[in-house]
């Protein structure tokens, strides 16, 4: 594997991994769900904006406007997912939500071959059946029998909107790195604030005991961690960002446990195994060539 392509892989990981503890982070918060989403995306794009002109980098998407048109899609796709996933958190349980979103990797599994010309290979797609199971047996416990049709509408909005956003962001073949991170987080804010000045207009009061929360979840979590996800997200296989993109929450139910002390069951260790395992074989022996055309 060149080392470009090692680099990439450290750098998409270490993004889901600080991803995975967005959930424990906004549980000490108090804010409503579209509230902390609209500030985590503005410290976060501003944080990205100032360091990329601190760096004096240039803008090059007025020069690909192909290329800034599947960023800007990428980002409005974001910022929807983001909106119906955390409703859906507060309809149906994080569970529940978090089985829902992650249909989205399947998605683009099942569309790669036709979108990307990548092959869709046995270990790659057992190994995938593999996370999915252990995905669902990591959430089953903490699922939300209340058959809430908005809620499950919802959390199935979030990953057609997931599956979206990682197609038209690979689409982006010019513009990547910092500054695709930076157009695809600022549309993002400007499409989550359409809707909050919509719903109860500009203003948002901060409770004392949140900023440090808010400053942690925003500039860190979103600012350096959508940096990392987006600068290695276009030198990924599709398959490859489909697979990995599980241990977002499996890392996050590992930090609840470890941090909010969140007991976890035999049957979801036996999950997290299935997850870690399905991931190293499709990785492994599932390759990631683009087929022959």
Same mark, same amino acid.
């Given at each position: 594997m060149p080392t470009g392509q090692n680099t990439a892989y450290l750098k998409f990981l270490l993004a889901l991994l600080i991803f995975g503890t967005n959930g424990i982070i906004a549980s000490f918060i108090g804010m409503s769900s579209y509230e902390i989403v609209f500030l985590r995306t503005l410290i976060g794009s501003a944080v990205l904006i100032a360091i990329f002109l601190i760096l004096k980098n240039g803008f090059t998407c007025?020069?690909?406007?192909?290329?800034?048109?599947? +960023?800007?899609?990428? $980002? +409005?796709?974001?910022?929807?997912?983001? @909106?119906?996933?955390?409703? =859906?958190? /507060?309809q149906i349980g994080v569970g529940a939500?978090?089985?829902?979103?992650? %249909?989205?990797?399947? +998605?683009?599994?099942?569309?790669?071959?036709?979108? !990307? $010309?990548?092959?869709?290979?046995?270990?790659?797609? =057992?190994?995938? @059946? #593999?996370?999915?199971?252990g995905m669902y047996l990591v959430n089953a416990a903490l699922l939300d029998n209340s058959g809430n049709s908005w809620g499950v509408f919802c959390g199935?909005?979030? =990953?057609?909107?997931? =599956?979206?956003?990682? %197609? #038209?962001?690979?689409?982006?073949?010019? %513009?990547?790195? !910092?500054?695709? #991170?930076?157009? /695809?987080l600022f549309v993002a804010f400007l499409t989550i604030a359409v809707f909050k000045i919509l719903l109860d207009g500009v203003a948002v009061y901060v409770p004392p005991?949140?900023?440090?929360? +808010?400053l942690l979840l925003g500039a860190f979590n979103t600012g350096f961690g959508c940096y990392l996800y987006f600068s290695a997200l276009g030198k990924l296989p599709a398959q490859s960002v489909a697979v990995l993109g599980y241990i977002e929450p499996l890392s996050a139910v590992v930090?609840?446990?470890?941090? @909010?002390?969140?007991?976890?069951?035999?049957? /979801? %260790?036996?999950?997290?195994?299935?997850?870690?395992?399905g991931a190293f074989v499709a990785e492994v022996f599932g390759g990631g060539k683009r087929a022959e055309s």
């Open positions: 007025f020069g690909n406007p192909k290329d800034a048109g599947y +960023i800007c899609v990428s $980002g +409005i796709a974001m910022g929807l997912s983001w @909106l119906f996933l955390f409703e =859906a958190y /507060q939500s978090t089985l829902a979103y992650y %249909i989205g990797p399947v +998605i683009v599994l099942v569309l790669s071959p036709f979108l !990307f $010309g990548e092959r869709l290979s046995v270990p790659r797609v =057992a190994g995938f @059946l #593999a996370v999915v199971a199935l909005m979030s =990953a057609v909107l997931l =599956a979206v956003m990682i %197609i #038209a962001n690979k689409r982006s073949r010019f %513009i990547s790195g !910092f500054e695709n #991170a930076v157009i /695809q005991e949140d900023i440090f929360f +808010i930090f609840s446990a470890l941090i @909010l002390s969140e007991v976890l069951l035999p049957v /979801q %260790i036996l999950g997290a195994a299935l997850i870690l395992g």
